[in-house]
């Protein structure tokens, strides 16, 4: 077995991870470093139906959904992760300056706690959604009283290999 199977089969789960709710409004919600001020708009380009952009402040996330609570589970992995059976919304690789990730409500500020991530550095992170979508818009428009369980979102990081 090579050594990049035998850690990813001793790392079958993550090495730490939180939840969080984020309040998504105008479709979209951010991943930041934990202790860092967001200052960059840069949205993703729906045009092209692209899900995420990195900015200088972390990366945006687009949601299906106009305005809702959204579910976050934040994984930090020593490895990368084996590949999930559903496909991922994006990948990408952001530099965290603090080493520490958390999910922002755009731009009202971080759902929660900063998960620790492994240090200051370059990450790969890579995102799945489940919901969303044609039923969770018509859902969220016909009960505007309960604007949660439209979406949740699973966040995988690890260290580039690169850094």
């Not at 199977?5 to 993550?14: S, V």
């Not at 092209?48 to 809702?68: C, F, K, L, Y």
């Not at 009960?143 to 699973?154: K, N, W």
């Amino acid at each position: 077995m090579e050594m990049r199977e035998r850690l990813q089969a001793e790392h079958e789960d993550p090495v730490r991870s939180i939840e969080q709710s984020v309040d998504v409004e105008r479709r979209q919600f951010a991943l930041c470093d934990g202790l860092a001020p967001f200052g960059d708009w840069q949205l993703p380009d729906r045009s092209r139906q692209t899900e995420m952009a990195v900015n200088s402040s972390g990366v945006m996330v687009s949601s299906t959904v106009a305005m809702h609570a959204a579910a976050v589970c934040l994984e930090f992995w020593g490895v990368e992760p084996s590949a999930a059976a559903a496909a991922p919304i994006g990948q990408v690789a952001v530099s965290l300056p603090c080493g520490t990730l958390t999910a922002w409500a755009v731009p009202h500020g971080p759902a929660g706690p900063a998960l620790d991530l492994d240090g200051p550095g370059e990450y790969i992170l890579r995102v799945f959604r489940e919901g969303g979508g044609e039923e969770a818009r018509v859902r969220a428009l016909r009960e505007p009283e309960d604007l949660t369980g439209l979406e949740a979102y699973r966040v995988q990081a690890w260290r580039s290999p690169c850094s």
